[in-house]
């Protein structure tokens, strides 16, 4: 019979994530002793209502509403309560007396990760969040370690399964955006206030986390531009589809010059992008979620699973909660947040994209030449323009004849695809479309990535 | 100006891999120090031929014969010279002198890994080996950590780039594996002696690494079941098709129930096998890798990328040496590889799959019965059957009279799928069909896997 060291570990938080958690540590304990050469014994699990209902039926002499305390006593933290306060004032107590803590809190680390990592670095204590993006899919830790000795260049994520849920409905079974966030609330994929997931701030906050571990940078909240689903037409999907593409809430975080200044910088940006269906990401379907990565020496790499789900998140914490226990069980200060490169978040505008743009013009000779020099004048070259039926008609590609709809002047539909350029150049020429006379409706504007 | 402490790496082996690194540690230098914390000083670079032409243009005075004294004043030795000796006297040597060692070697691991593992653990030195399965994509450190929390029933891997070039020549292209085969040669995808990919022997080692990692018992090499892809033919690769499957080859490690004993072991094989066209493995093209992992609570995980290749090699060569260097400046004594499950490893007459299996009948009445009491006979359910003309002339499924083809007498072709059952079970029964008057011919046998 070995004997084992016992490591205590306090949790905080018992809701879907939490409650597995709890159930895995007490069912596979002897598992997780022979792994870790420590018994890993769960001291307690806060919560607020000790009497509330749970998922999963846990011992209730575990339970206190007295955090702090058993905080106190703990080895390993495992804060699994989300939200910004309380979670941070028990986080930075738990690292303040050298506690290990795990964290799946994106929204904490995303707004307060510095302050975190310098508590941790302070102490010597480690700070870990593998479940704080993409739920069971290992990323943190390749991001961190297995490319430790590589270059990220750009990460495009799915990283949000609420969204991707609804834009598969959309895409696969023609569903409009009501329909399909009906049916994910009806599924349990999305919250009675949706805002987070199809609003792009859930994604915002990944893309952050990501971004700034992957470029030794950090990159705040604030810094990361974002747009949500939430005017992403039947139409648009349906012009996707037909032009061989398909829409996806994509998280980017992209390394790149500055083309003002010629500086290397870094972008963190979340927004509906049109992706080709070769791509692998867009064999993503569902609430799924995938990272895909392309590093300098390593080339493309793609990490996929459950980007949600109480007992799949747990996988992902109790990976850490090993990880943690490891540590303490061979000792070692751990590796501290790298911050080194600290390179400039460039804005929004200075992102270099390409645009896919759809607009109505009147049905007049010299009208493309117009549009043409709107597209030039503001610095924005060409790589396709298409004239096509409006695509409510069937989007059928015509050529040379403008199609006639509705019952108003003769109009004909251009969509227009250009090769890549500044995003504050792009958005100032669709303004300057806007306003041309020969221009009667811009109905969709989409940046195309992944290529 | 941040004063570091010098790490002494020593590179043996300067191949397409080696240069690579050799060539990122000089370049890339300062990057690295300031990821770790100290400097990564490559102290020489072991060869048999110190003049040898490279891939790479590097100092010349970094070159030597002599990898004994290299590796005794070396922090961290990388091992890429490949094959079992001398490759094994220096891993042991530098283990040996408290050095932590990086290797790509997968034979070696596969053939002395407890051996190597062991003397590891005695100074307290770490292996690292993350570039010996699947290349650039991180693998070993999402199943030794990230998942560590989880419980791994199976793995599906497409870890051999070769083969899964080969076949998806077969299936894209309409190629028979000879001429794919040429081509892959032709492409520097296939060495001038192909047999350790074709022959399965490369997958077979990758396994081995898999699955003693994944379940925690050492599996070794000689209990890896293997076939490779020789035997492939295009009508199999056709049939594929029209039933909505690929074949691939796959490495399978798998936590079973042993259907004798009823007890817990693993099983661990290579075979060309047909997968479900929807299934996420059978998206993977060309020379690309792909690990398909199913854990208790993450659910269905894949990690996809470059398989092979000397500079994405390197990336995973090299997140492994910060790791390593990491460690070297924070201290610890690293994570000794565990074994504790030390489960059995199932023998492959043991292994509970799928048949699918291709027969000519003679076309007489009673043929279905005959063949139907020799499956019941044998224990094994069948799933489908399907009679067929022969696939050489389109496997169009006709149902009632069996067709007629050649000059020969009058045959028909079945299709039948079974049920899982028993390998033993399903073998005994491909030579009773075999042995059976009613049966011409049996003109494909393959496993069938993924679901």
Do not use: W
């Amino acid at each position: 019979m070995i004997e084992y060291r016992n490591l205590r570990v306090a949790l905080l938080g018992a809701g879907s994530v939490g409650s597995q958690v709890a159930r895995l540590l007490l069912e596979q304990g002897d598992e997780f002793a022979s792994r870790v050469g420590a018994k890993l014994e769960l001291v307690g699990i806060a919560v607020r209502d000790v009497d509330a209902p749970r998922d999963v039926d846990l011992p209730r002499e575990l339970f206190t509403t007295d955090a702090s305390s058993l905080i106190l006593g703990a080895d390993i933290v495992v804060e699994l309560m989300g939200g910004i306060e309380p979670a941070r004032g028990y986080v930075l107590e738990a690292l303040n007396s050298g506690a290990d803590v795990i964290t799946a809190n994106k929204a904490l680390l995303a707004t307060h990760g510095p302050e975190l990592f310098e508590a941790a670095e302070q102490v010597g204590a480690q700070l870990y969040y593998e479940a704080a993006v993409a739920g069971a899919i290992p990323i943190i830790r390749p991001l961190r370690d297995s490319l430790a000795g590589d270059r990220v260049n750009r990460i495009l994520g799915i990283v949000n399964g609420t969204t991707n849920f609804i834009l598969d409905r959309m895409d696969v079974n023609g569903e409009s955006l009501q329909d399909a966030l009906a049916t994910a609330t009806e599924r349990g994929y999305a919250e009675a206030d949706p805002t987070a997931d199809i609003g792009g701030y859930d994604a915002a906050q990944k893309a952050a986390i990501l971004a700034s571990l992957a470029f030794h940078t950090t990159v705040p909240l604030d810094r990361v531009y974002r747009e949500g689903i939430t005017g992403i037409t039947t139409s648009q999907v349906d012009a996707a589809r037909e032009a061989g593409a398909v829409i996806k809430l994509l998280a980017i975080c992209e390394r790149m010059t500055d083309p003002e200044t010629g500086e290397e910088g870094v972008s963190a940006r979340v927004y509906p992008a049109l992706i080709d269906r070769h791509h692998p990401l867009a064999a993503v379907h569902g609430a799924h979620n995938a990272v895909f990565v392309q590093a300098g020496a390593a080339g493309d790499l793609m990490f996929y699973g459950a980007g949600a789900g109480g007992v799949e998140t747990a996988s992902a914490v109790l990976g850490d909660v090993v990880s943690a226990a490891r540590r303490h069980v061979v000792g070692g200060p751990g590796v501290a947040e790298s911050t080194h490169a600290d390179l400039p978040v460039l804005d929004i505008g200075r992102v270099v994209t390409r645009y896919q743009i759809t607009l109505d013009v009147t049905d007049q000779p010299g009208v493309l030449a117009s549009v043409a020099r709107i597209l030039s004048d503001g610095g924005v070259s060409v790589e396709t323009m298409q004239q096509s039926v409006p695509s409510t008609t069937g989007a059928v590609v015509i050529s040379g004849n403008a199609a006639i709809h509705g019952a108003g002047a003769p109009t004909a539909t251009l969509v227009i695809g250009t090769h890549e350029a500044e995003e504050a150049a792009l958005a100032a020429t669709v303004e300057a479309l806007a306003a041309s006379d020969v221009v009667t409706a811009i109905s969709s504007v989409l940046r195309v990535e992944g290529s």
